[in-house]
Nanobody, 123 residues
Framework: QVQLVESGGGLVQAGESLRLSCVAS????????MGWFRQVPGKEREFVAA????????AYQDSVKGRFTISGDNAKNTVYLQMNSLKPEDTAVYHC????????????????WGQGTQVTVSS
């Protein structure tokens, strides 16, 4: 089992930055690829970014490319999502996920999920 706890969300203005963190406990963190997804009420949870288990490959949703960066620190069992140039449409609950070894965009390929952290971007 893997437990995931997100933090770092908050209320910011458009153009500002936030860094989300996801701390993993349980099985060896470096065994898993990690992903970030986001969800707004009434919509499907959508892929944001992912990194492979050894950090060699990453994947991003087109709308966040060039603005968001995913990274991991195996020594701290933590994955980060640096979000720059935030836009109101980035407002959502952000969830981290763990599963497999490759950076995946498909929600169903992740085995473990955190409870999420709210990000609100005002215009």
């Amino acid at each position: 089992q893997v437990q995931l706890v997100e933090s770092g969300g908050g209320l910011v203005q458009a153009g500002e930055s936030l860094r989300l963190s996801c701390v993993a406990s349980g099985r060896t963190f470096s065994n898993y690829a990690m992903g970030w997804f986001r969800q707004v009420p009434g919509k499907e949870r959508e892929f944001v970014a992912a990194v492979s288990n050894i950090g060699r490959t990453t994947a991003y949703q087109d709308s966040v490319k060039g603005r968001f960066t995913i990274s991991g620190d195996n020594a701290k069992n933590t994955v980060y999502l640096q979000m720059n140039s935030l836009k109101p449409e980035d407002t959502a609950v952000y969830h981290c996920a763990a599963g497999g070894m490759t950076a995946k965009m498909v929600r169903g390929e992740y085995d473990y999920w955190g409870q999420g952290t709210q990000v609100t971007v005002s215009s």
